[in-house]
């Protein structure tokens, strides 16, 4: 899956997340794709922890929004997912993604570089994968001093890592860090797939206890962390629920006011030297899957802006929202833009309170210049879904 490459499975928006719809099965695969595709990817293993911070941090916001593929590692982001109307299929967190990652390195000799965590962790692990997973590539391990971002050693980290030149790096910095640095260097280190782990490591060396099976499928498992680490985790929790039971209600609230009418969408595409512009009606939501996928291609291949026309827009789901954040992907990670136009009052409250505001432009004077013929239609297509 290049950055571009159309998405069979687009992402489900939750609380501004672009979510993907994978099981753990799913992601391993995806993940395999993306190395046998080449290019530079970025995934993350988000929890409610990072979807907190996202709101107060724009920029680790647009990261996570630019990231290939964001899994919902916490339970809370799958139940919002079930209230928003389109469930994730599972909960997919590190500590499960990654013995799963050991077993296709040895399977297909992908070198894997272990980046963070405190000293020593990245040699006892590497040590306990060389024995659970005979043939895994760890192809380095570095654990650079502990350091806010600002005054990390960039550049012996990076010298490090590209030395080594893995297909996978896996990320101990903890989030927001480990998101940003990811961000900063993935294009000058070339790493096909880089993945923040947070504490994933210490989980699976043993050094804190997991939860059994049965709290863990309930959501549960988050009582035993806390047990664990009550001065860290304590503050942490506490403000994460109030976070989301301040915020989720309100976003589903905004959802509702929507109202339950389904409309089948319809779009027009009409297009102007310096862009495209996509008109919807009706829905925006998963059925336009096709349609915004190719026009989001178009437009990076060409290199031009895309404008999302909504003024006839009826209701958005998280579906539809996933769609607008994939395409936004595509569009920024080619380093263009994305915008929307003529959102009615009832939306722009939805894209606020869904925490999607902060990542789409909105362009007031289309209509004008639309108006004064700078674009011209060139399709429309009905959807019969």
């Keep these: ?45 988000a929890n409610l922890d990072f979807w907190l911070n996202s709101t107060s941090d724009e920029h680790l916001h647009r990261i996570l929004a630019g990231c290939d593929m964001v899994v919902a590692d916490g339970m809370p982001l799958v139940w919002a997912s079930r209230m928003l109307g389109e469930p994730l299929p599972e909960r997919v967190t590190g500590v499960d993604l990654i013995p799963r990652l050991m ?110 099976r049965w709290m863990q499928r309930i959501g549960m498992e988050w009582l035993m962390r806390l047990a664990q680490e009550p001065r860290r985790l304590g503050p942490r929790y506490l403000r994460d629920f109030i976070g989301l039971t301040s915020r989720l209600p309100i976003a589903l609230a905004a959802s509702m006011m929507q109202g ?38 178009r437009a990076v291949a060409e290199g031009r802006m895309l404008y999302l026309q909504m003024e006839k827009v009826q209701r958005i789901t998280a579906a539809g929202a996933g769609l607008m954040l994939d395409c936004r992907r595509k569009l920024f990670n080619a380093g263009l833009v994305v915008c929307t136009t003529g959102l009615s009052l009832r939306l722009k409250l939805l894209m606020y309170h869904w925490c999607l505001s902060p990542l789409f432009n909105e362009y007031s004077p289309y209509r004008n210049y639309v108006k004064a013929g700078g674009a011209k239609p060139v399709l429309s297509v009905t959807n019969k879904a």
Aim: proline share 6%; charged share 20%.
């Design 1 to 45: 899956m290049s950055n571009n490459a159309k998405n069979s499975n687009p992402p489900v928006s939750v609380l501004g997340l672009p979510l993907s719809r994978v099981t753990l099965d799913g992601a391993v695969e995806q993940i395999d794709q993306m190395l046998q595709d080449g290019g530079v990817h970025q995934v993350a293993t």
């Design 103 to 212: 077993q296709l390195s040895a399977r297909k000799g992908y070198k894997v570089f272990l980046l963070g965590g405190a000293e020593g962790i990245g040699e006892r692990a590497k040590e306990l994968f060389e024995r659970w997973y005979p043939g895994v590539q760890i192809c380095g391990v570095y654990a650079p001093p502990a350091a806010e971002l600002n005054q990390m050693d960039h550049g012996e980290i990076v010298a490090r890592v590209a030395a080594a030149k893995p297909d996978m790096l896996l990320v101990s910095f903890g989030n927001p860090k480990q998101e940003k640095w990811i961000w900063m260097h993935k294009k000058r280190l070339g790493v096909p797939v880089s993945i923040g782990i947070g504490g994933s490591l210490d989980m699976l060396l043993g050094d804190l206890n997991r939860a059994p």
């Design 260 to 297: 339950q009418k389904i409309t089948k969408p319809s779009v027009l595409l009409m297009e102007s030297p310096e862009a495209l512009h996509l008109h919807i009606d009706g829905d925006l939501d998963a059925s336009l899957s096709e349609v915004i996928a190719s026009t989001s291609e």
